[in-house]
DNA sequence: AAAAAATTTTACCATTTGGTAAATACACGA
DNA sequence: TCGTGTATTTACCAAATGGTAAAATTTTTT
């Protein structure tokens, strides 16, 4: 079922190298169309390889799209699993609000990826959100719980304040359409992107000062 | 070019009905699997209509989906004119928050619709988003400017307090098969959203006090 | 350099899909 | 109830698309 088409050993050079070229162009067409709206042929052109010879390399156009699913998990949790419980809470929780930002800057592609799997009910990977998103989402809704018991953040909903820094951050790349047509001096989205985001989330994790 | 099928005159009964239908099934499938994952048999078999049969209500694909963005486009913007101007800026804005929330638990399949349209870069749609979205949006940073001017809100971007709004409220609907597998006791997630995000804007809304 | 293995191309194919033509069934006012 | 325009079905089609077989080419190994 998960036969790799290159049958075993270790990869040559050649196919180290087109595999990734395959990739990144799988990645800049999937997200720009989303998974029905691309085509073989668009990725052949793109990766300047021909449609058989790309299906040499991968069992197919579903197990490209999983291949880069999976290749996106990584850096996706990573911002996360960077939330340190060792760390002051306040400023650990604004630094995951940038890091996840710079994200949505630097990754816009595997944000759109990401974004359009969901929102087409995550038929190829509600067991990549099972499997890893969901116990790391549980583990840090417990640290910022804990945090709260502590007195050192006031009393919010974890969960739904983890939903808003992803909501608030990856709206920034996923409807970059929308806001490149709204924001107006759009010299520099990102930074009054960041600055307004440091200033909802600090205001919503101040304590209320109890003299 | 933009040729109504059914020649002119005042529709039928039967061609409003049908048109109907057949406007509600597509919705549901465009907003399950996007434009280019959804077929016209699709359609058809959702709206228990022959395909032929479609195509005589409809120019085609496109024409349907066209049909329902600007549909779309009046209840997507309607709870933004509702802020008013003469009401309370915090309250006004607060309850802003509401109705989108509202909106995407009552009409999830438009705000997927949306998103699904934006992510892709808005191709069928750049038109309306300057026609109708832009303005609105432009008068609406504007009043929030004048408030902030008064001294009735905190400094802040008001553009981005939108972008805020708009990602955190459609990211229920939006993200929907995310928040299914994360949140715990999913009992009332639109509760918690509504409270969460009263919390939050309301934090960011609050004036600090000048003793 | 020859053999073997890996890679790439050429030439296809079956299915799906948006769409059409024309024949048929139906609704409804005269 | 009959005639006329409306609505629906049947039978198609051309293009697009995911995928394959096998020949041809290039790379690597011996």
Request: hydrophobic share 40%; charged share 25%.
């Amino acid at each position: 079922m998960t036969k790799q088409t290159p049958p075993a050993k270790k990869p040559s050079r050649i196919q180290t190298r087109n595999r990734k070229m395959i990739l990144d162009a799988a990645l800049e067409v999937f997200s720009r169309h989303g998974y029905r709206g691309t085509t073989l042929d668009q990725i052949a052109a793109e990766a300047g390889i021909s449609k058989p010879n790309i299906l040499y390399y991968f069992d197919g156009k579903e197990d490209i799209h999983v291949t880069l699913l999976n290749r996106l998990m990584e850096s996706w949790l990573d911002p996360m699993i960077k939330l340190d419980a060792a760390g002051d809470p306040r400023s650990e929780i604004l630094s995951y609000v940038q890091r996840k930002l710079d994200m949505a800057r630097d990754l816009p592609q595997e944000s759109r990826l990401f974004a359009g799997e969901i929102l087409q009910g995550a038929p190829r990977m509600s067991p990549h959100l099972e499997r890893h998103l969901k116990p790391l989402f549980d583990e840090k809704c417990a640290l910022i719980q804990r945090w709260i018991d502590q007195g050192a953040l006031p009393p919010l909903d974890p969960q739904h304040l983890i939903f808003s820094i992803w909501a608030t951050t990856q709206h920034y790349a996923d409807f970059d359409a929308q806001v490149q047509v709204l924001a107006s001096h759009a010299s520099d989205t990102h930074a009054q992107a960041s600055a307004h985001l440091a200033q909802m989330f600090g205001a919503l994790l101040a304590l209320p000062k109890t003299p």
